[in-house]
């Protein structure tokens, strides 16, 4: 039985900042960000949306294609949670009005959250083939103003369909998976903003790249020529760059043209995006099947990577006439219409976006109409609602 990726849907904030405006402001030369980090724009989350309205808004993309009454899991990745308690998919869930009988909890570990309830999901599925299951991924990225990390934040969400028979991607059984106990990256719970070690982190990631992607090939007995593509985690394209050129080292000439053209098609919407943590590998994913060169069958490698430090490399083989069930129009329609915002306007939304919101205080937003979006707290409860 083929188990795998039926529907993507994806959101991302009306409002960016573009990297030559931050550049200058920072007195940095553009190219710096442009080149030397991969980015060109970056979504900025203001006070209405965060983790649970992206992640209801990522799902809507494709809700209505979608039979409701066969959903039996709902999994939230996230490390922007709203609550110490309550899971943020119990809030998407009401939301999206599902049925009571729906499975709904949080996963977290860093930016391997959505990969984790991918691997949940598919079992599940395998378990249930009449079911299917809706894994999100929606953060926000913050590592605070003027600071090293500034260049690399974001916001947005994934949200994924898991089901029997899957119309885009077949997950292939197996994978390679690696972790260990160290301090790349993490956010204490007296933080709203995240403590990075950039250069560590960096070098982390690449070596447990190569440590997943090398044995998922001795696993399965395949060479990098196999892959049709490879997409990579994107905390910046740069990062995911450097795995690429590790992956085709010392491959022909013909294998490493096509991994790089597949990197470039792959990169195109995190570079306008920025950091979305969980949802960064997936955001990637959409992005090479919106703008690569891809045939039924074409089997695609994906590298997942959470700080702190989890890793996983699987595969999966693009099913025929995934192209109808992607929406390349309405995804570049949600970026044209972002805001562009002067350096001045995201510092003050950014800090503003930090403060914690007050009881009884309702917030308003500049969203389309139809967009969920966080209208403040009631009694101590957290509100959801359409524009």
């Not at 209405?48 to 992640?55: I, L, P, R, Y």
């Not at 160290?182 to 070690?197: E, G, H, M, T, Y």
């Not at 039924?296 to 989890?310: E, H, I, P, R």
């Amino acid at each position: 039985m083929k188990v795998g990726i039926d529907q993507i849907g994806y959101f991302t904030p009306n409002k960016y900042v573009d990297m030559v405006d931050l550049a200058h402001a920072r007195n940095q030369d553009p190219n710096k960000f442009l080149i030397g980090i991969g980015q060109s724009k970056m979504s900025v989350a203001d006070a209405t949306q965060d983790a649970v309205s992206m992640g209801i808004n990522a799902t809507l993309r494709y809700l209505n294609k979608i039979n409701k009454s066969k959903v039996g899991l709902l999994i939230f990745g996230t490390e922007s949670s709203v609550d110490q308690s309550k899971s943020g998919s119990l809030f998407v869930k009401s939301a999206l009005k599902l049925d009571p009988s729906v499975r709904a909890f949080e996963v977290k570990e860093a930016c391997f959250g959505l990969t984790a309830g991918l691997m949940i999901a598919q079992d599940f599925v395998r378990l249930h083939p009449d079911q299917t299951a809706i894994v999100i991924g929606s953060d926000i990225a913050r590592y605070g103003l003027k600071t090293a990390g500034e260049v690399t934040q974001g916001a947005g969400s994934v949200s994924l369909l898991i089901s029997s028979n899957p119309r885009i991607l077949e997950l292939n059984e197996g994978h390679s998976a690696y972790s260990e106990d160290i301090n790349d990256f993490w956010r204490p719970n007296n933080s709203k903003l995240a403590k990075v070690d950039g250069k560590y982190s960096t070098q982390v990631y690449l070596d447990f790249f190569k440590h997943t992607f090398n044995d998922y090939k001795e696993q399965k007995n395949l060479e990098t020529r196999d892959f049709a593509a490879i997409v990579y985690h994107l905390p910046f394209t740069k990062m995911g760059l450097k795995a690429n050129r590790i992956a085709i080292e010392g491959e022909d000439e013909e294998t490493n043209a096509r991994l790089m053209d597949s990197f470039t098609a792959a990169k195109e919407l995190n570079a306008n995006v920025g950091n979305i943590y969980t949802g960064s590998l997936y955001l990637s994913l959409l992005s090479l099947l919106e703008n690569g060169d891809l045939k039924a069958g074409d089997l695609t490698g994906l590298f997942s990577y959470g700080s702190g430090a989890m890793a996983e490399f699987y595969s999966a083989n693009v099913v025929e006439g995934y192209e109808k069930q992607i929406d390349k129009a309405g995804d570049e329609a949600l970026l044209a219409k972002r805001k562009k915002l002067s350096v001045d306007e995201y510092e003050r939304i950014f800090s503003e976006a930090l403060e914690d919101p007050k009881n009884g205080v309702e917030l308003v937003s500049d969203e389309d109409s139809g967009k969920y979006y966080f209208a403040g707290i009631k009694d101590d409860i957290r509100q959801y609602q359409a524009k």
